[in-house]
């Protein structure tokens, strides 16, 4: 039987966190698999940046602890950006991009670290993916819409489902000898754009 159950959490506050995962393992006795897709965008020049903002981005991509503890094992999965690969000149993301670089980081030093525990640790890279967070972005610039549907090769902005077969891979036995490994799924963008680059008006 499968169980479904929706809990909300702040993952920028410990404790409401812990709580959280308290209560799942209190529920299910156990956590076999976890995928920390959190993310928020600051589109602002470097220099324009606030603190809060650079620090608000790194704590919330970075949230991803604790299956350590349970000695069984299990498949952490983390949501990277091709903004951790390569930088988009038409967006000011740098808070953004050194998140993501953080995670695809993590990923890599949580694989050597947990790999004795049988504890798996993967990323993914998303490029263009169609959220309610890309929704308010694209209505606001319709220009950054339009590169985000045209610049891939596929000629598409991707979409969630899109996403979920690389995450239904990492966390089945299909991928039992895969750790420290990232997938990219971006519509062919990481390999190059359709589009020359532009400046875009905001």
Not at 127 to 132: E, H, R
Request: proline letters at 4%; a negative charge.
């Amino acid at each position: 039987m499968c169980l479904s159950r929706t809990l909300s959490t702040d993952v920028t506050e410990k404790e409401s966190l812990e709580k959280s995962f308290a209560q799942v393992v209190d529920e299910f006795g156990r956590i076999d698999g976890c995928v920390a897709a959190a993310g928020i965008v600051y589109d602002a020049p470097f220099l324009e940046d606030t603190w809060e903002s650079v620090t608000r981005a790194q704590m919330v991509n970075l949230a991803a602890r604790q299956m350590e503890t349970q000695g069984t094992g299990g498949s952490i999965v983390l949501i990277a950006s091709i903004c951790a690969h390569q930088t988009l000149p038409t967006q000011h993301v740098s808070a953004y991009s050194a998140s993501k670089g953080a995670v695809k980081a993590l990923g890599h030093a949580l694989a050597v670290e947990l790999g004795p525990k049988n504890i798996r640790v993967n990323t993914i890279s998303p490029g263009y993916i169609y959220t309610a967070m890309i929704e308010g972005v694209m209505e606001r610039f319709p220009s950054l819409a339009a590169l985000m549907k045209e610049d891939p090769p596929l000629g598409r902005i991707g979409n969630r489902a899109d996403i979920k077969g690389a995450v239904a891979y990492y966390m089945s036995d299909a991928s039992s000898y895969v750790t420290g490994n990232d997938i990219l799924i971006t519509g062919g963008l990481h390999a190059g754009r359709s589009n020359p680059p532009t400046t875009l008006a905001k």
